[in-house]
């Protein structure tokens, strides 16, 4: 083997390499990812009254008694979603809290429930789902808890 | 519940056997040449980068010229690679002014992804640039990928022998350049952008801090990641964009993309099999290949579901226990590393499966590298059945001479020595001590762990960060080098000394029948747990005797 054998075609190959793999492909697919799913390739941001307030897809953890939590001992710590069983539980305390009735819980937990096996398995719902559709509907009673939802109060 | 788990998992497996049996179709087509339809758009490309490289594709290379262009080539793109991280202070594409990094984690980094490994001493999102992300890390999976394949192919070609217009093992060149622009590139493309739909963001622009209900400042960490998502899978990469891999949402944001990121790093491995059967034009030695292969992963999904109190602690909630533990043994089967869940909180027994995965690594194994390891188990198994039934050892035809079954053992060997070596120089020197952990069981699984994921070129550990020393990072780092490239060199050795041997016509020893896989498949489990056995005794096993749950 002579040494331009070693050179020229080996590191030809790993800069050519590095502009196809490195740089037009992560390019390439950013134009169509933006141009195609924009909501989702910029992080499923979720807004309120046009103000951004986080992403489906990373839990906030708060502890405000009107709202629902994420779990602490999660695996990526960020994980948005809590189990059905658990979403319950902490309808009780916003009940016990703001006084706004378990149906109205009851029926927002089940239309937003997912499965772990698409339609079996364990049922989970997004918290932030939870909590934006709470305080959209509970927008004219929330005054008296303002100090909880300062963003909302301040738009 | 884990029941229904079973039958959905099986139904990903056929529809992954299916789509494996048409793409190797296609790699045929691909690697023999045949015309195709993309090549008024492709060919130009490639032909362009051939004269930039000087090379010419239509001649055929000897195994060494083989292994020492795949070599040099990935030397060099290792280094580019190298001065990306250690300069990314100074590059574009950096809008959160990440610094640079220090020699030995870009080292171990640079080491880590040119070897297909994808151990990580560092977290992603609060360590690397876009530049950094895109230009060495995703650059870095395409290639590794790709070098698994192409070795499979040179592989291939030497046991096939000369038949079918194969007068050699191939020219590195040709193989290399098409399998970027005619597998892996449409294969990452349509699922990154399927990845997007899902969920998976793909954006330039800096991380965005935002104001929660209650008045916090929240960070949304955005990036290139479904282009890495992509790659990482198909490759069997799987580093990940994020430290905490794919159980972060943003690189698995539901039980959808979990399963689909599942069949993805199944594809190619499962191709390959059926790959060699079409390339000898004997398809039941492919078969062959595909049902020990498929049989050894059945049996590490069973190990792993033995206790079925399958996890304690450290899972997301969208994907559930079952779907964790199906995610670890496929990891470390397929040797990608990315993993849905924390190691830390899994049964030992799901532990034991994940090492078992790792140290057969043809449980379909990797990338191409995967078949490679399953046809050195082959001319082992192959000579022990002939010495046992008193007659040559043949394979496909051709005589396995002694030279043949020398080599093989010391690319088997080269494994276990290089897991069991640096482990108790690190217990040794009191590097282990450095960084916290202890001398039990659960210390010896996470050490064990670390430089058995290391050599298996795997990648999924215990440590993350925690293992950014300079020993460490330097230790897993020749691991990694060591581990991927003398295997494959040995192999190569091997093809190119059986592709000009004599064929006979007669059967010493039948091959493609439905008997041999399960010899082979014992025989492989002989060689693993003769080896390794004592490790695992005082490591897994003795954590699950002792009746601990899991390593947290």
Same mark, same amino acid.
């Given at each position: ?43 499923? !941001? ?20 009107? !709202? ?55 049922? $989970?719902?997004?918290? !932030? ?19 909880? $939802? ?6 | ?44 490309? *490639? ?11 239509? @001649? ?29 202070? %100074? ?38 640039? %876009? ?50 622009? @005619? ?85 190619? +491995? ?16 492919? @078969? ?13 999904? =069973? ?12 899972? *997301?909630? @969208? ?7 199906? %995610? ?64 040559? +050892? ?27 070596? /640096?482990?108790?120089?690190? %217990? ?26 290391? =050599? ?30 003398? /295997? ?28 041999? /896989? ?35």
């Amino acid at each position: 083997m002579k040494i331009k054998d070693i050179i020229r075609g080996p590191l030809g190959l790993a800069i050519t390499m590095v502009m196809i793999c490195g740089f037009i492909f992560p390019v390439v697919v950013t134009g169509v990812g933006q141009g195609a799913f924009n909501y989702e390739a910029n992080g499923s !941001l979720a807004t309120l009254s046009n103000t951004t307030v986080g992403s489906y897809l990373v839990g906030q953890s708060t502890d405000s008694p009107y !709202l629902f939590h994420i779990r602490a001992d999660s695996a990526s710590g960020i994980d948005p979603d809590i189990t059905v069983a658990n979403a319950s539980m902490q309808a009780h305390r916003i009940h016990n809290e703001t006084g706004i009735s378990m149906a109205y819980f009851n029926r927002q937990i089940n239309n937003d429930t997912k499965f772990t096996m698409f339609f079996f398995g364990t049922g $989970y719902v997004n918290a !932030l789902t939870l909590n934006l559709h709470l305080i959209r509907h509970y927008h004219k009673s929330i005054s008296q808890y303002g100090r909880m $939802y300062r963003n909302v109060t301040a738009s | 519940m884990i029941g229904l788990f079973i039958l959905l998992f099986i139904l990903l497996g056929v529809i992954v056997l299916i789509l494996g049996w048409i793409l190797s179709s296609y790699l045929l087509n691909v690697y023999e040449n045949e015309k195709s339809t993309w090549d008024m758009f492709i060919l130009p490309v *490639e032909k362009l980068i051939y004269r930039v490289l000087g090379v010419d594709t239509t @001649r055929q290379m000897s195994w060494k010229e083989y292994f020492l262009a795949l070599f040099f080539f990935t030397g060099f793109a290792a280094i580019l690679a190298y001065l990306v991280l250690v300069f990314q202070g %100074y590059l574009p594409l950096n809008p959160m002014r990440f610094h640079n990094l220090n020699w030995s984690l870009a080292l171990n980094t640079v080491l880590s992804f040119s070897s297909n490994t994808n151990l990580q001493h560092y977290g992603g999102g609060s360590t690397l640039s %876009y530049f950094s992300q895109m230009m060495a890390i995703q650059f870095l999976q395409f290639i590794s990928a790709a070098d698994g394949v192409v070795v499979a192919l040179a592989i291939f070609r030497g046991f096939a022998g000369k038949k079918n217009g194969n007068d050699g093992i191939g020219n590195f060149y040709f193989d290399f350049v098409r399998t970027i622009t @005619r597998v892996l590139i449409p294969l990452s493309f349509v699922s990154a952008i399927i990845l997007i739909a899902l969920g998976v963001p793909q954006s330039l622009s800096g991380y965005e801090v935002v104001r929660t209900f209650t008045g916090a400042f929240q960070t949304i960490k955005v990036g290139p990641i479904a282009s890495m998502q992509s790659i990482m899978q198909i490759g069997t990469n799987g580093g990940g964009y994020f430290g905490s891999n794919n159980y972060t949402p943003f690189e698995n944001p539901s039980p959808l993309t979990d399963f689909m990121q599942m069949g993805m790093m199944m594809l190619i +491995p499962t191709a390959m099999p059926f790959l060699f059967g079409r390339m000898l034009r004997r398809r039941n030695e492919g @078969r062959t290949v595909l049902i020990a292969s498929y049989g050894l992963y059945a049996i590490d999904l =069973a190990i792993a579901f033995v206790p079925l109190t399958v996890i304690s602690a450290g899972m *997301e909630v @969208r994907f559930g226990g079952p779907a964790a533990v199906f %995610y670890t043994v496929t990891t470390t089967a397929f040797t990608t590393g990315s993993v849905n869940a924390a190691l830390a909180g899994m049964h030992p027994l799901v532990v034991l499966a994940a090492f078992l995965g790792m140290m057969i690594q043809a449980t379909p194994g990797g990338i191409g590298v995967g078949a490679m390891y399953m046809l050195m188990y082959m001319v082992i198994t192959v000579f022990i059945v002939g010495l046992m039934a008193g007659r040559t +050892p043949e394979y496909l035809g051709a005589k396995i001479t002694e030279g043949d079954v020398k080599l093989a053992v010391i690319a088997f060997l080269a494994h276990p020595i290089l897991i069991l070596v /640096p482990t108790l120089i690190a %217990y040794g020197i009191g590097a282990v001590h450095g960084i916290g952990i202890g001398t039990g069981p659960k210390g010896f699984t996470q050490i064990l762990y670390e430089y058995t994921s290391a =050599a298996a070129n795997n990648g999924s550990d215990f440590l993350g960060s925690t293992g950014n020393t300079v020993y460490f990072n330097v230790s897993t780092g020749i691991v990694m080098w060591i581990g991927r490239f003398t /295997p494959i060199a040995i192999m190569l050795a091997i093809a190119g000394r059986m592709h000009g041997r004599k064929r006979s016509r007669e059967v010493a020893l039948r091959t493609d029948n439905f008997i041999f /896989p399960s010899i082979l498949i014992v025989s492989i489990f002989i060689l693993a747990v003769l080896t390794f056995f004592p490790f695992l005794a005082i490591g897994p096993i003795l954590m699950h005797l002792e009746g601990i749950k899991s390593v947290l």
